[in-house]
C-alpha cells in the first residue's frame, strides 16, 4: 500500500439505512491517519427483530481502537439518529465533542445519564467560526432541517475543502431557526469543494420540498374548525411545528397543554437556549382537567405509535386525568417512518372506536419533511459545485438513486455503505478498504453484539416456547425420583388432551429408567438426549419444537 498521505471517508452507521449515523473522515498515510467523527446515533428496535432491546447503535469497534488518533467527534444537530450514541460510547473514545448551542443542551443531560465528562462539550457558533481538530479544519454551516440549528460541516482538510450536508432541506422561511442560505452556501464553494458528502432521504421524491410555514394556515384552520376538544401529536423535536400548532390552537381561542416528558423537555431546551423567544403561554395537565373540552388543545409525544408515550395511552385510555371522548379531533402532525406503521394504526383504530375524528398525515396538509427532495438535492448539487459526490444517509436504494443524479449530471459518485472506506484524495472517490461493521444493542444496562446470540435466543424462546426439565443423579449415578418439568409460553394440553408437563416428565422418567450407565454418567450426552426425548412429545402433541433447558443436579 502506498505511504502517500491520503483523505478518507467511512460510514459506520447511516449509510444502506436511515439511522444510526456515524461517519469517519481521516487524513495521514494509511494506517496513521488522524480522524473526527461526524455524529453518533442511534435507531430503535421492534419486537420482530429484537425483542426486549432499548437502543441499537453502530459497532464502533475499528474506531474505538483507533480512539488514539481521533481529534473529535462533531454532531450536526439534536435527533437521536445523530446524537443518542455519544453519552454511550464516549468514554472509550474519549475526544473533545463539537456541536452548536441547542444540541449542546440536548447531550449535555444525555452525557451525563451516562457518566460520561460533560465537560467536554464545546459549543461552536456557526461559520465563519472555526475549530481546529488535527489536520482539519471545522465550521458549522446552518442548514434548515427538523430541529432547530441543525447544521451542515464545513471540513477544510489538505486535500481540499468538503461539505457534508447532515440532514437538511431547503426552507427559506422555517418558522423557528435559520432559513437556508443559498448565497452563504454559494460563498462556500466559491474557492472550490473537493466532496460533497449529501442526505439521501428524499431522492425518491421527485417534487420540490415544501417550507414548514406552509403549513400555518391549514393547521389553524383546521382547529378553528374542530368543535370538541383538539389533541395532536409531531416529533417533540420539530419545535417549529409544536409552535405553528401552539399558536393555532391560541388563535382559536384554546388553552394549550403540553404533554408528555420529551415534548416539555424539548420546548424548555428551545426556551434556555434562545431558540424559542415568543412561544405561547401554556398550562398544567391539571388545569386543564378544570377547563371545557371545547377551549382546550392537548400537544402530545407518540406521533410514531409508541406504547408508553401519551397518545398511545390516551388511546387506551385516561392519561394524566385527561380522556378522548366522541366529537374530539386528533392530529397527526407526522409521517410515520416506515416500521412504525402497526403502533400508528393501533392508535388509529383505538380513536376511532371512541368516535374521535383522526387526522392523519395521508392529505399532506399538516406535515412537511425536514429533508430535500430530488429537485432540491440537484439544487445544491449546483450551487456547491463539486469536484465529487458521496451520497449518504440513506438506505442502499435512496445511495443508488442519488448516485445515478449525480453521475447524470457529471459529477464522479459513488455508493459507499456501511464499512466502506473511500479514498477521497483524487479526482474521483475510490474504494480503498473494508471495514468489519454491525450492530452493538443496548439490553438494559449492557452493550451486546448483534451476533453474539442473545437476541436470537430470545426470538427463538418468543416463538418456540421453552421447557425446563429438572433431574436429580444420586450418588451412584442412578435417577433419583422421577424428573420435573415447567413450561412457558406452550399451551397446556395437546392432542391426547392430556397436561403436557406430565406427558414430558413420564416420556423423560422412562427413558431415565432405560438409559445405560455410560449414558447417565456424562452431562453433555444426556443433556442431548433429554432435549431430544421433550422435544419429540411436544412435535406429536403440539406440533411444536420448543426451546429446552435441561438442569442436570448431582449429588456426592
Given at each position: ?188 464553494a466559491a474557492d472550490g469543494v473537493k466532496a460533497l458528502v449529501c442526505d439521501s432521504t428524499n431522492v425518491h421524491v421527485e417534487t420540490p420540498g415544501r417550507s414548514e410555514s406552509t403549513l400555518v394556515n391549514n393547521i389553524r384552520d383546521l382547529v378553528l374548525q374542530s368543535s370538541g376538544m383538539f389533541v395532536t401529536t409531531t416529533f417533540a423535536s420539530n419545535v417549529a411545528r409544536v409552535k405553528t400548532l401552539a399558536e393555532a390552537g391560541h388563535e382559536a381561542g384554546r388553552s394549550v397543554c403540553l404533554m408528555g416528558r420529551a415534548m416539555l423537555r424539548m420546548v424548555q431546551a428551545a426556551v434556555e437556549t434562545g431558540v424559542l423567544t415568543d412561544f405561547p403561554p401554556v398550562i398544567s395537565h391539571e ?270
Amino acid at each position: 500500500m502506498s505511504g502517500a498521505e491520503r483523505l478518507i471517508y467511512l460510514p459506520l452507521g447511516g449509510a444502506g439505512e436511515v439511522g444510526m449515523n456515524a461517519y469517519v473522515y481521516g487524513w495521514g498515510a494509511p494506517g496513521k491517519e488522524r480522524f473526527i467523527l461526524v455524529d453518533l446515533g442511534v435507531t430503535f428496535p421492534d419486537m420482530d427483530g429484537t425483542p426486549g432491546v432499548d437502543l441499537i447503535f453502530p459497532d464502533m469497534s475499528w474506531l474505538i481502537e483507533r480512539a488514539d488518533r481521533l481529534e473529535a467527534i462533531v454532531v450536526t444537530h439534536g435527533h437521536e439518529d445523530h446524537i443518542g450514541g455519544v453519552g454511550h460510547f464516549w468514554s472509550e473514545l474519549r475526544a473533545p465533542v463539537y456541536c452548536r448551542r441547542f444540541t449542546g443542551h440536548l447531550l449535555h443531560r444525555k452525557m451525563e445519564e451516562r457518566g460520561a465528562d460533560a465537560s467536554q462539550i464545546h459549543i461552536v457558533e456557526p461559520f465563519p467560526e472555526t475549530v481546529e481538530a488535527g489536520p482539519f479544519q471545522l465550521s458549522f454551516l446552518p442548514v434548515s432541517h427538523s430541529i432547530p440549528e441543525s447544521s451542515a460541516l464545513i471540513l477544510d482538510t489538505p486535500a481540499g475543502r468538503v461539505v457534508h450536508t447532515g440532514d437538511f432541506k431547503l426552507d427559506g422561511a422555517p418558522v423557528v431557526g435559520e432559513a437556508f442560505d443559498p448565497q452563504l452556501w454559494h460563498d462556500i464553494a466559491a474557492d472550490g469543494v473537493k466532496a460533497l458528502v449529501c442526505d439521501s432521504t428524499n431522492v425518491h421524491v421527485e417534487t420540490p420540498g415544501r417550507s414548514e410555514s406552509t403549513l400555518v394556515n391549514n393547521i389553524r384552520d383546521l382547529v378553528l374548525q374542530s368543535s370538541g376538544m383538539f389533541v395532536t401529536t409531531t416529533f417533540a423535536s420539530n419545535v417549529a411545528r409544536v409552535k405553528t400548532l401552539a399558536e393555532a390552537g391560541h388563535e382559536a381561542g384554546r388553552s394549550v397543554c403540553l404533554m408528555g416528558r420529551a415534548m416539555l423537555r424539548m420546548v424548555q431546551a428551545a426556551v434556555e437556549t434562545g431558540v424559542l423567544t415568543d412561544f405561547p403561554p401554556v398550562i398544567s395537565h391539571e388545569e386543564a382537567e378544570d377547563l371545557p373540552r371545547e377551549n382546550l388543545m392537548l400537544i402530545v409525544t407518540g406521533s410514531q405509535g409508541e406504547r408508553r408515550a401519551a397518545s398511545a395511552q390516551l388511546a387506551r385510555g385516561k392519561y394524566l386525568g385527561m380522556e378522548l371522548a366522541e366529537g374530539d379531533t386528533f392530529l397527526f402532525s407526522s409521517k410515520t417512518i416506515p416500521g412504525n406503521e402497526s403502533g400508528v394504526l393501533r392508535i388509529l383504530n383505538a380513536f376511532s372506536e371512541k368516535g374521535v375524528n383522526v387526522v392523519d398525515d395521508s392529505s399532506t396538509l399538516y406535515h412537511v419533511s425536514g429533508h430535500a427532495n430530488r429537485p432540491d438535492l440537484e439544487a445544491v448539487h449546483e450551487l456547491m459545485h463539486p469536484q465529487m459526490i458521496v451520497p449518504m444517509h440513506g438506505e442502499h436504494r435512496m445511495l443508488r438513486r442519488h448516485a445515478e443524479v449525480a453521475a447524470g449530471k457529471g459529477y464522479p459518485s459513488i455508493i459507499a455503505t456501511n464499512g466502506t472506506m473511500l479514498d477521497l484524495t483524487g479526482e474521483r472517490p475510490v474504494v480503498c478498504e473494508h471495514v468489519d461493521t454491525g450492530r452493538i444493542y443496548l439490553d438494559g444496562t449492557q452493550k451486546i453484539g448483534a451476533l453474539d446470540g442473545v437476541v436470537r435466543n430470545r426470538i427463538r424462546m418468543a416463538l418456540n416456547g421453552l421447557v425446563l426439565l429438572n433431574v436429580i443423579i444420586d450418588e451412584d449415578d442412578e435417577p433419583m425420583g422421577e424428573p420435573w418439568a415447567e413450561l412457558m409460553g406452550l399451551t397446556e394440553k395437546g392432542r391426547s388432551r392430556a397436561p403436557l408437563v406430565d406427558l414430558i416428565e413420564n416420556e423423560s422418567g422412562q427413558f431415565l429408567a432405560r438409559a445405560n450407565d455410560k449414558l447417565l454418567v456424562d452431562d453433555d450426552k444426556l443433556d442431548t438426549a433429554l432435549r431430544r426425548v421433550v422435544r419429540q412429545v411436544c412435535v406429536e402433541e403440539i406440533g411444536k419444537k420448543p426451546e429446552v433447558v435441561v438442569v442436570i443436579s448431582r449429588l456426592g
